[in-house]
């Protein structure tokens, strides 16, 4: 665990996809301790015509944006670790995008360890055969 979901603004690019994703997996083991071998990513790009914020494309801003959702087992993360995490993120991303608009979104998915897991079984399930 956990599954995280990526958009980017822009093209795809196969370099930043990359890039992003290992920054990404880095803030998640280093932050949140999650093992860095059962982080699976998945990236998608969204042009700038079709990313509006206020009202106004991404590409008339002239600006870029993500959003990135990520789902830990609940109870697993403290609020002070969700909180680095969001902000060691937003850093992250501005460095790698530049001209980051400030409405680019982190959002931590606490899901519970009964309705969450990978490999066919529950996190629950781990937690009681550990």
Known sequence: MPHIVMHLSGQPDAALTRRS??????????V????????????QYIPHDSWIIAGVSLSE???NAFHLDISVTDETNTK???A????AVFKAMSELLGDLH?????HVID????AYGYGGRTQEYRHQHG
Not at 21 to 30: C, L, P, Q, S, V
């Open 21 to 30: 994703a290992t920054a990404i997996a880095d803030i998640t083991e280093r």
């Open 61 to 63: 801003q002239g600006r």
């Open 32 to 43: 949140l301790g999650k093992k860095r071998d059962v982080v699976a990513i998945t990236v």
């Open 80 to 82: 002070a670790e969700k």
């Open 102 to 106: 400030p409405v680019s979104y982190v």
């Open 84 to 87: 680095q995490f969001i902000e």
């Open 111 to 114: 899901a519970r360890a009964a």
